[in-house]
């Protein structure tokens, strides 16, 4: 494998202020995914499905509020563990692993996944970061 091919993998974590059973519900539920699912703030969510299950599928549609692009993120599950783990293969082949850790009253959520091509890894970490970041914010105003 020569150093233009090679997989880049890239983690995000966050901390958020909530016990697990309420993280792990709010990260799944199509109606709470389509309120924290967005990577910036001219882009929303406005339908999301999930079969939270091993060979279940996701599917998160992504569009700009201003009507101008959309697309449907799409994975299949691989592995899941109830307020534990996570991990999927999205539909290009890429995979992903989101770890959730809980400590007293917070948990620590680790996601770790393959980076795209077309995009810089930095443009990924930071949208994806944000993301995350939305999902802290939305779990800890509504819990």
């Known amino acids: 494998m020569t150093a233009s091919n090679k997989t880049i993998t890239i983690t995000i974590e966050t901390t958020v202020n909530a016990p697990i059973e309420t993280v792990w519900k709010m990260w799944n539920a199509p109606e709470d995914i389509t ?3 967005t990577g910036s703030p ?3 969510t406005p339908y ?3 079969d939270l299950r091993v ?3 996701f599917l998160s549609r992504m569009s700009a509020k ?3 692009a959309s697309f449907d ?3 299949i599950y691989d592995e899941v563990k109830t307020n534990s783990v996570i991990a ?3 539909e290009d082949g890429r995979t992903a692993k989101i770890v959730f850790t809980p400590s007293g009253k917070s948990v620590k959520i680790v996601e770790t996944f393959e980076a795209e091509t077309e995009n810089t890894p930095e443009l990924q970490r930071a949208g994806w970061q944000t993301i995350l970041d939305n999902f802290k914010k939305h779990v800890e105003s509504n819990s």
């Open 88 to 90: 999927y293969t999205m």
């Open 66 to 68: 201003d009507g101008s």
């Open 35 to 37: 309120k924290w699912a």
């Open 42 to 44: 001219d882009w929303h």
């Open 55 to 57: 060979g279940g599928k």
């Open 48 to 50: 999301a499905e999930n």
């Open 73 to 75: 993120f799409v994975g």
